[in-house]
């Protein structure tokens, strides 16, 4: 009889594309892996000719899937005994006192060669089963502590000694070390530069024992991102060759991509009941293909109506964009349901795909847990990203310790289901919640020393995991603002306004959809409402208190503004990228302004000299300048920091941009539409307002519950 397991892991083999993991070694993965032949070649080459090797790529180009998936068994077929991957950090945020990590490394020995040690004996059982870990079964499983002191050359002895074949020949063995850019950015103590070096020097040392057997079986590799590789320099001298063999892995080619995804979909038709229809199966790959390869061309000469550089066509297919766009699309195929229209819009932003990834993963867990959104969220930006910006490995009870830290917070409802009588927070059900992210591959476990680990599945999705984060924080930050707002006002006009509110609200309301921002055009008595969730602008009769018409726009509208020179109205679309205009005479909207990405908050300068809009690009680090008559995009203005909201003073054409991650406040000449600085010192600063006859502006900080003011003349914050 066939368990629940057997028929879902059955169910995972037979899915062509796995989405932003990594591929493993595991049978079905090196069914599902392509277009990486003449790489994985090359790589194979330089490792029979040489004792250490250096590949490097930059970030989703699919180092370790290459070498899991493909690398591991051709170099199998070769007989050699490819070791469970090594890597040598774990990052965190956690607060170390500097003597006690000073004695503890004096006892310990290399952290580094620690930590790789730990991943080795982890993934034992997740890949070949060595003849001298598993005749040991009576030995007690290694921790951090017996290991202490030990060398790699030790260690490798100990653990992995090398097969003897048929002929009574040492087997060849390859150790890889898999992002050896932890090397640089997990710091155990005062000591770690010593210890990098140490790390370095037990490498040469290992390779030149085995040497001096003259059984040259070892080989050892080096994976790293190619940004970190001049980190490697001051220990060139110390490598074999000077770390000369070396390999860039390019991200996928299109000849290799349109492998990648049309080799696993035959596969699949041939293995199960799902008919791909070959006639239409090329022609649509390569359009996704197409798409996914495009780049903005910085070319003066080629700017398209909009203002923006064109895209064109490019070379390369980031792997792990391919992988997750297909699943996607595949999931759709399976369900026959519609397509998803934000799959295909915003199927070159790789960033939206990630990020809708990330919110259907936490929609599973709040479904099926005792778990707010909150909790969740905020362990992924507190606890699984570091202050870098890095990915963090995190012990389960560092996550217990923080969901209960979040409990005496006070500021979210309950969390987990009750606690155990040893006032732990009840690790079935954490365990739960970390079963579904796992299976969404969103984190993935590491058991080191006996203790389990979890991480986030890949460094592409810190990003899009944080803004994610923000948007859904400025949705409630919004939602609260307009409840607290509701509550002043009911407070002051007394009943009779209480009842009026009731009217009004019954009389406007016509869905459930969340209202982001409102605009009045005095000239015409009309109120503008944005609804984010349903993509829409309603317009109401400030007369009458009656809603006239609901306006489709752009997706997701966050801010809307009334340029009072043209009677017309602009809406910031976050998620289309774009800003809608609405005719005021008319209530017709007459387009759609590309801007930059994510836009937030708009402005009008309404002076009519000038006559422009302002667009803060939130995901772009940018500000986008609107001529108002034309309602064209008139250029991009550079050099923000995740603009957030915008106003103009139309006394002195400034324009004040927030910037919440830096702290600070960017001026723009509205004149010359340059920004000649910031000013510095605010708390994560975001609305902004302007009085124009003291030229003060100001800022409010939410995060310590105070406003700035600026002394618009002088150009300087006064308090």
Not at 467 to 477: C, I, L, P, Q
Request: glycine letters at 6%.
């Amino acid at each position: 009889m066939r368990t629940n397991a057997k028929i879902e892991n059955e169910r995972e083999s037979l899915k062509p594309f796995i989405g932003p993991r990594y591929f493993t070694r595991h049978p079905d993965d090196q069914r599902r892996f392509f277009g990486r032949d003449a790489e994985a070649e090359e790589i194979v080459s330089l490792i029979f000719g040489h004792k250490l090797v250096l590949v490097y790529a930059q970030s989703g180009a699919g180092k370790t899937s290459i070498f899991e998936a493909k690398i591991t068994p051709m170099l199998e077929e070769y007989d050699f005994d490819v070791l469970p991957r090594a890597r040598v950090g774990i990052a965190s945020d956690n607060k170390f006192d500097k003597n006690a990590m000073q004695k503890e490394q004096d006892s310990m020995g290399n952290f580094y060669m620690l930590n790789a040690f730990q991943s080795m004996l982890s993934g034992i059982s997740e890949t070949t089963d060595f003849k001298q870990v598993s005749e040991k079964k009576d030995a007690p499983k290694p921790v951090i502590q017996k290991l202490s002191n030990t060398s790699l050359s030790q260690f490798l002895d100990r653990f992995f000694p090398p097969s003897i074949d048929d002929n009574g020949e040492f087997k060849p063995q390859l150790l890889y070390f898999d992002q050896l850019e932890e090397l640089f950015t997990f710091y155990p103590g005062e000591s770690w530069r010593s210890q990098q070096k140490d790390f370095f020097i037990q490498i040469a040392k290992t390779l030149e024992a085995v040497d001096l057997k003259k059984k040259d079986y070892l080989r050892i590799v080096f994976v790293i991102r190619e940004d970190y590789l001049a980190e490697l320099d001051p220990f060139m001298n110390i490598l074999p060759e000077r770390l000369r063999p070396r390999f860039r892995l390019e991200r996928l080619d299109k000849e290799n991509a349109f492998l990648a995804i049309k080799k696993p979909l035959e596969n699949v038709s041939g293995n199960s009941n799902h008919v791909i229809n070959d006639n239409v199966l090329d022609k649509n790959i390569k359009n996704v293909i197409y798409d996914l390869s495009k780049i903005r061309v910085e070319n003066p000469l080629l700017i398209d109506s909009s203002g923006e550089p064109p895209l064109a066509e490019g070379e390369f297919v980031e792997p792990i964009q391919l992988q997750v766009v297909c699943q996607r699309r595949w999931k759709q195929l399976l369900t026959n349901t519609s397509e998803d229209k934000s799959v295909h819009r915003n199927l070159t932003d790789v960033d939206m795909v990630l990020r809708e990834f990330y919110e259907e993963a936490i929609k599973e867990v709040i479904k099926n847990n005792k778990i707010s959104e909150n909790a969740i969220r905020t362990l992924f930006e507190e606890k699984f990203i570091t202050s870098i910006g890095t990915r963090a490995f995190v012990h389960k009870s560092e996550i217990i310790k923080h969901i209960r830290n979040i409990c005496n917070r006070g500021i979210f409802n309950k969390i987990i289901s009750t606690p155990k009588k040893n006032g732990s927070i009840g690790e079935v059900e954490l365990d739960r919640v970390m079963k579904i992210l796992e299976r969404n591959a969103l984190i993935r476990k590491e058991n080191r020393g006996g203790s389990s680990f979890y991480e986030i599945i890949h460094d592409r999705l810190i990003g899009p995991i944080k803004n994610s984060n923000f948007y859904w924080s400025e949705k409630k930050r919004k939602r609260r603002e307009r409840h607290a707002k509701l509550v002043v006002s009911i407070s002051i006009a007394g009943l009779l306004a209480l009842i009026s509110a009731l009217i009004i609200t019954s009389a406007f309301q016509t869905s459930q959809s969340t209202l982001s921002d409102m605009a009045v055009d005095p000239a015409n008595n009309l109120v503008y409402v944005a609804n984010s969730d349903n993509d829409t602008v309603s317009v109401i009769n400030g007369a009458k208190n009656v809603k006239v018409v609901d306006i489709p726009v752009g997706d997701y509208p966050t801010d809307i503004v009334v340029n009072p020179n043209t009677n017309m109205i602009y809406v910031a679309n976050s998620f289309s990228n774009t800003v809608s205009v609405i005719n005021g005479a008319t209530n017709v909207k007459v387009g759609d302004i590309p801007v930059g990405s994510h836009p937030l908050g708009l402005a009008v300068n309404p002076d009519p000299a000038n006559n422009l809009v302002y667009v803060a690009n939130q995901g772009g680090d940018t500000v986008s300048v609107i001529d108002g008559k034309k309602n064209k995009k008139l250029g991009d203005i550079p050099d923000f920091k995740r603009p957030t909201y915008i106003a103009v003073n139309p006394a002195t054409s400034l324009v004040y941009v927030s910037n919440p991650e830096t702290g600070t406040v960017s001026v723009i000449n509205g004149t010359t539409n340059t920004k000649p600085g910031d000013i510095h010192n605010f708390k994560r600063p975001t609305h902004i307002a302007v009085n124009p006859a003291t030229s003060r502006v100001y800022v409010s900080n939410p995060e310590t519950g105070t406003v700035s003011v600026i002394d618009g003349k002088k150009k300087q914050k006064t308090r």
